[in-house]
């Protein structure tokens, strides 16, 4: 009887053995032939905005290289969290993505509560570009300096407005950044996105705007707008002759903003690392090239695991700079 469920075991071991290492296999045929079927490529904003423009940019032609079509999906909504949400509940097998921008560190901040963890629940592929916000405001006030603005500021403080794209975002706290750093005060009005502010601003009946350069460039060459600076740390590709805000007299001013490429938290390390070679491909092709700088976005990458670190660093440094502000949570 011993003899025979010791026979029984050893046959049992030898299924589970045999099941186990073809589930393995399988697993890693499917990887290595990664991907088998069109991939899902989430944007938690609208159609036409930047991130939605790089996004549909880059998909075009990584789909072109890993011969599936990548298929955008917009999923607007509260700050970009419905999108958020949706990729972090999606399997992770590598066929839903998703190109956000670097309000992806903001939201744990502006959110009391949020139906994922953004340090768990995304695995980074890489940055795709970074686009600049550029101070704007119209000619008819007479200001042509940030010196000149800040003075302006100081002289009668609240006396003038800035426009943002929605509290929170990314508009928002690169004026909250400059303000605080030029130590002055000026009332915010936020908009349910660019076009609202922008036309104020032109109109003259708000002050300023840290805008995307996308939507402004063409008034700034024709003279409907009159570009200060740039905000981030370094000058911008788009606008070479126009300085940063730090060069202007404002150090510690400098906000960075970015658009990349993310997957659910346990993708397999596989995936990340092959649509990373991929992006990066892509980016060096003339007629991303070309776009790009049509948008004023500058080409951008990193490995994933630097770019998950990353991540956790804008988290922290975004954190602070909402408390700093003062920026309402919301419930």
Avoid at 116 to 137: C, E, M, Q, R, S
Avoid at 168 to 181: P, V
Wanted: charge should be positive; proline fraction near 6%.
């Amino acid at each position: 009887m011993k003899r025979f469920q010791k026979l029984i075991c050893r046959a049992l071991t030898v299924v589970v053995a045999t099941i186990t290492t073809g589930l393995l296999l399988g697993t890693v045929q499917a990887q290595g032939n990664y991907p088998q079927r069109p991939i899902r490529v989430i944007v938690p904003f609208a159609a036409g905005s930047t991130t939605d423009i790089i996004a549909r940019a880059i998909s075009d032609k990584m789909s072109q290289s890993l011969g599936q079509p990548m298929i955008i999906e917009n999923r607007a909504g509260a700050s970009g969290t419905i999108g958020q949400a949706a990729v972090a509940q999606a399997a992770p097998d590598g066929y839903t993505l998703m190109i956000h921008s670097s309000s992806h560190t903001v939201s744990p901040s502006t959110f009391a509560k949020l139906p994922f963890d953004t340090l768990t629940d995304f695995a980074g592929i890489t940055p795709i570009a970074a686009t600049p916000n550029v101070l704007v405001i119209a000619p008819s006030r007479g200001i042509s300096s940030v010196q000149e603005l800040v003075k302006a500021a100081k002289a009668k403080p609240g006396s003038l407005n800035y426009a943002s794209a929605g509290q929170g975002s990314a508009t928002h706290l690169n004026a909250e950044k400059f303000k605080m750093a030029a130590q002055f005060f000026a009332v915010h009005i936020p908009f349910n996105g660019s076009a609202g502010a922008i036309t104020e601003v032109m109109a003259g009946r708000l002050d300023y705007y840290f805008s995307p350069i996308s939507p402004v460039i063409s008034h700034i060459k024709e003279g409907r707008l009159l570009a200060l600076a740039v905000g981030s740390s370094q000058r911008a590709a788009a606008l070479p002759n126009v300085p940063t805000t730090a060069e202007s007299g404002v150090p510690g001013s400098e906000f960075n903003f970015w658009i990349g490429m993310m997957a659910p938290g346990k993708t397999p390390r596989e995936i990340v690392n092959r649509l990373n070679d991929e992006v990066i491909k892509a980016l060096a092709t003339p007629e991303v090239k070309e776009r790009f700088a049509r948008l004023g976005a500058d080409a951008w990458t990193m490995k994933p695991e630097q770019f998950d670190q990353y991540i956790r660093n804008e988290v922290r440094t975004n954190a602070a700079l909402v408390k700093q502000a003062g920026l309402q949570v919301q419930q």
